[in-house]
T-cell receptor
Framework: DVKVTQSSRYLVKRTGEKVFLECVQD?????MFWYRQDPGLGLRLIYF???????EKGDIPEGYSVSREKKERFSLILESASTNQTSMYLC?????????????FGQGTRLTVV | AQKITQTQPGMFVQEKEAVTLDCTYD???????LFWYKQPSSGEMIFLIY??????QNATEGRYSLNFQKARKSANLVISASQLGDSAMYFC???????????????FGKGTHLIIQP
């Protein structure tokens, strides 16, 4: 089974802290994604990566950065956490073989910034 | 830009009844893919079904089927014989192309919260 693992299920951080959310996938997928999910807004794409060291901005990249030093690992970085970044963060990965392949998601990290 | 609209924030359905969850989309792409995901209260996103824009037949996966009406730009999910375990958030999503680099993220609707009542 494809597995996408996020390092933390729940996280509480203080305003201004630098926060790292880690995601690892074990299926050699080329593409990896970070989404945030907020009630009434659905999922919104923050950043994605299609190869090691490659990254592209999604719909809401402000306040975030990403790192992909290895194919299996994609990190989301909040340089200076703010309360409006309190949210559920979902990592996903997908192969680029065929256009109809689905994205596989991690279990999510619920981040609270106080 | 792509857009997914799910007009039903919540639905209550009796167990064993069929359920239709609405999804309309907007895109200027000729080739696109539509996905449905289920998110139980535990939080994980579970892939249910896929429909390609050039697929001639509606997709089916077990109790799930997709009522694809291309001219109306709708891709409704139909769940036959609903079960208590079907209670969850359901998201419609569209695959889009953000750049020539090869990755394509999904654009999601806001979701429908389905509750199955015994």
């Amino acid at each position: 089974d494809v597995k996408v693992t996020q390092s933390s299920r729940y996280l509480v951080k203080r305003t201004g802290e630098k926060v790292f959310l880690e995601c690892v996938q074990d299926m050699d997928h080329e593409n990896m994604f970070w989404y945030r999910q907020d009630p009434g807004l659905g999922l919104r794409l923050i950043y994605f990566s299609y190869d090691v060291k490659m990254k592209e901005k999604g719909d809401i990249p402000e306040g975030y950065s990403v790192s992909r030093e290895k194919k299996e690992r994609f990190s989301l970085i909040l340089e200076s956490a703010s309360t409006n970044q309190t949210s559920m963060y979902l990592c996903a990965s997908r192969t680029y073989d065929r256009p109809n392949t689905e994205a596989f998601f991690g279990q999510g990290t619920r981040l609270t910034v106080v | 830009a792509q857009k997914i609209t799910q007009t039903q924030p919540g639905m209550f359905v009796q167990e064993k009844e069929a359920v239709t969850l609405d999804c309309t989309y907007d895109t200027s792409d000729q080739s696109y893919g539509l996905f449905w995901y289920k998110q139980p209260s535990s939080g994980e996103m579970i892939f249910l079904i896929y429909q390609g824009s050039y697929d001639e037949q509606n997709a089916t996966e077990g109790r799930y089927s997709l009522n694809f009406q291309k001219a109306r730009k709708s891709a409704n999910l139909v769940i036959s014989a609903s079960q208590l375990g079907d209670s969850a958030m359901y998201f419609c999503a569209m695959r889009g192309v953000y750049s020539g680099g090869g990755a394509d993220g999904l654009t999601f609707g806001k979701g429908t919260h389905l509750i199955i009542q015994p």
